[in-house]
Structure formats: structure tokens, C-alpha cells
């Protein structure tokens, strides 16, 4: 069966500092992988995603990047945080190469910018 | 621009007392329509996808629907272990973007 890990599950970090989250997926072999943000209240945003190792496509313009080292590898980095940056990170994949859809979450990590 | 809307925000159920919750949506060409329950702090679960008009899945208390422009998600009996928030999202024809709703916020009391 497939796993979905991410770490850390939790972080506190002043503004200005690095950030680098990590996801794992295992159990699968080329997955496509999705980071995505959750802020209160509202519906989950999608930030990147990625169909292969080194590519990956971002939808919306921010302080953050990510990258895929490895096949089920995938990191989100940000070299100097913003209070705009707090909230709770997924990290997805789902199937790819096929027309099957559906995207499995992990734990999440909620990152606190102070 | 694909968009979803979930109501009602919030809903409080007593036990047994079955309900529906809505997600009414636009998508330019419908690849799936699925819904999440998602626990505070945890990461969303899958629940089920639907493809096309007219198709019904089940998972025990649990049974979602899909016309056109709106899926319902109906709960018969519901427990106080199905408070959680459902969340609906939709793909499209373009990309890997799932577009997701709000969610629904249940709260199910004993």
C-alpha cells in the first residue's frame, strides 16, 4: 500500500529565516506530487506540482519554490519567510500517467511565521 | 475560471438525524468530481469520486450524488465520529489543478 509521509508536523519560524518541508511518498513509482496551502476558513490552494523528477509547474506567483530530487521526493523551500506564509501545508500525489485523478493527502505541517 | 461553493458552512446534526450537504459547482469540462473529510489538523481522506451525471457512490453512512452543477453529499444516521469538515473539489479539462470548496464544517452530537 502507498504512504504519504511529511515532516516536520509542526514549525515555528521568525520572519526572514529559510524553510525547506519535505514529503515522501512510498509504496508507488512515479507519482505525480502537489504542495498545496491551507489557510483558515478557506479551500485548499494549490502552489506546485510536479509529473516528474525536476519538473515542476507553479500556479501561483510567491515566495516559495519547490523542487523533486527524486523520483518520490518532493521539497517546498523559501529562502526568507513572510507573516503572509504561516498556515498548514499538504502535500499530495496521485497516480501518474494515467486519467485517474484522485490526489491522496498527507499529515500536513503547519508552519507559524512569528 | 472553474469554481465551488459548499453550503451550508457550517451544520449540527444530533445523532441519527440524517441531512444533506451541497457543493454546486462550474468546471470547464468535468474530469471528477471528489469529496474529502478532513480532521482539525490532519490531512484530508478521500471519500469518493464522481465522474459523471446521474452517478451515486457509498461508503457506509455516507452517499454522494452528481447532477450537472451540484453534488450532494447525504449522511443517513450520522454518528458523532462523522464530525469532521467535507470538503468537494473539481477537475477540469486543463491541468492538474484540483479547484477545491470551502467545506463544510459538521458537528455531530451525541
Known amino acids: 500500500s502507498q504512504t504519504i509521509h511529511q515532516w516536520p508536523a509542526t514549525l515555528v519560524q521568525p520572519v526572514g529565516s529559510p524553510l525547506s518541508l519535505e514529503c515522501t511518498v512510498e509504496?508507488?513509482?512515479?507519482?505525480?506530487l502537489y504542495w498545496y496551502r491551507q489557510a483558515a476558513g478557506r479551500g485548499l490552494q494549490l502552489l506546485f506540482y510536479?509529473?516528474?523528477?525536476?519538473?515542476i509547474s507553479s500556479e501561483v506567483p510567491q515566495n516559495l519554490s519547490a523542487s523533486r530530487p527524486q523520483d518520490r521526493q518532493f521539497i517546498l523551500s523559501s529562502k526568507k519567510l513572510l507573516l503572509s506564509d504561516s498556515g498548514f501545508y499538504l502535500c499530495?500525489?496521485?497516480?501518474?500517467?494515467?486519467?485517474?485523478?484522485?490526489?491522496?493527502f498527507g499529515p500536513g505541517t503547519r508552519l507559524t511565521v512569528t | 475560471e472553474d469554481q465551488v461553493t459548499q453550503s451550508p458552512e457550517a451544520l449540527r446534526l444530533q445523532e441519527g438525524e440524517s441531512s444533506s450537504l451541497n457543493c454546486s459547482y462550474t468546471v470547464s469540462g468535468l474530469r471528477g468530481l471528489f469529496w474529502y473529510r478532513q480532521d482539525p489538523g490532519k490531512g484530508p481522506e478521500f471519500l469518493f469520486t464522481?465522474?459523471?451525471a446521474g452517478e451515486e457512490k457509498e461508503k457506509e453512512r455516507l452517499k454522494a450524488t452528481l447532477t450537472k452543477k451540484e453534488s450532494f453529499l447525504h449522511i443517513t444516521a450520522p454518528k458523532p465520529e462523522d464530525s469532521a469538515t467535507y470538503l468537494c473539489?473539481?477537475?477540469?479539462?486543463?491541468?492538474?489543478?484540483?479547484?477545491f470548496g470551502p467545506g463544510t464544517r459538521l458537528s455531530v452530537l451525541p
Open positions: 510536479s509529473v516528474g523528477i525536476g519538473q
Open positions: 473539489a473539481v477537475k477540469g479539462d486543463y491541468g492538474q489543478n484540483f479547484v
Open positions: 499530495a500525489w496521485s497516480v501518474g500517467g494515467t486519467s485517474t485523478y484522485e490526489q491522496y
Open positions: 464522481l465522474y459523471s
Open positions: 509504496g508507488t513509482s512515479n507519482p505525480n
